[in-house]
């Protein structure tokens, strides 16, 4: 059974489930008739995965200063990590694994605040649905993409154009709204600040990935590296379906941080 089907079947039995939803959202989705349109789908819960990205956040700024000497890749990427798995073995005792994605930091705190309620993964991300099932399946998140969420709208006759109501986010986080841009990890956790320019690099895009790897192999002075796959981070994942440029989808999240929501 595919996630889509799961989810609706879990719809149709009214299971109790929490949406936990990728900050990439506004690419695709506009604030906040998409949260209508969760609730009248069934959800009980609509949470933003930018909560989770503070979590994110803490636990990395605290691997890194724990350690003045520690150098750190980042892990919030399945993608990035299974490549490192599979190709550069040597640099895995690097990747800051211990801390959570910002995906599996928000399925903890749905099941801390809404116990008996399974969180749904709606993002950019077809290798989220690895995360899930091959390093978190205790955390038991389904994940789908923006564009299988749009089939489970279609197939409950949830309309596109539904009027916008007045709901919110169950719970939400404005600082971290930037996390799904090249960058958006150690811009919202402060990393640039601490550490020096020659210390970090931001890496987007698998082109450029390899060629960082080297040069962190290379290059002692690099204490910090945050990586993403897709060029220009999340707001370019696969299950995105947008025909704007990343310039223009990048556009619509800083629009979208700017916003008063609470
Ligand atoms: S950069 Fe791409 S592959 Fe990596 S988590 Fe984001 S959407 Fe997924």
Request: with cysteine; net charge positive; hydrophobic share 40%.
């Amino acid at each position: 059974m595919n996630e889509t089907i799961r989810l609706i079947d879990l719809l149709n039995k009214k299971a109790r489930l929490a949406v936990i939803l990728a900050p990439s959202f506004p690419i695709v989705y506009e604030y906040p008739q998409i949260i209508t349109k969760l609730k009248k789908l069934g959800f009980a819960y609509v949470v933003e995965v930018s909560v989770g990205a503070k979590k994110t956040n803490e636990q990395v700024l605290s691997l890194l200063q724990r350690n003045p000497k520690s150098r750190i890749i980042t892990s919030p990427c399945p993608s990035f990590v299974r490549m490192v798995r599979t190709k550069y073995p040597s640099l895995l005792k690097y990747l800051a694994l211990s801390a959570d994605s910002p995906m599996s930091a928000t399925a903890k705190l749905v099941k801390e605040r809404y116990p008996d309620h399974q969180p749904v993964f709606i993002g950019p991300c077809i290798a989220k649905k690895l995360e899930s099932s091959e390093d978190r399946p205790e955390l038991n998140i389904l994940v789908l993409t923006y564009k299988e969420l749009d089939e489970v709208f279609t197939n409950f006759n949830i309309s596109v154009n539904m009027p916008t109501g007045n709901d919110k986010f169950d719970l939400e986080a404005k600082d971290t709204r930037i996390y799904p841009m090249d960058g958006g990890l150690t811009l919202t956790s402060g990393v640039n600040r601490i550490l020096k320019d020659e210390e970090f690099r931001i890496v987007s895009g698998w082109r450029n990935v390899e060629e960082a790897l080297i040069e962190f192999q290379s290059n002692p002075k690099i204490r910090f590296m945050d990586v993403l796959f897709c060029e220009g981070g999340c707001v370019n994942g696969p299950g995105i379906i947008s025909t704007l440029p990343v310039v223009d989808r990048k556009k619509k999240i800083i629009n979208y941080f700017n916003k008063k929501t609470s």
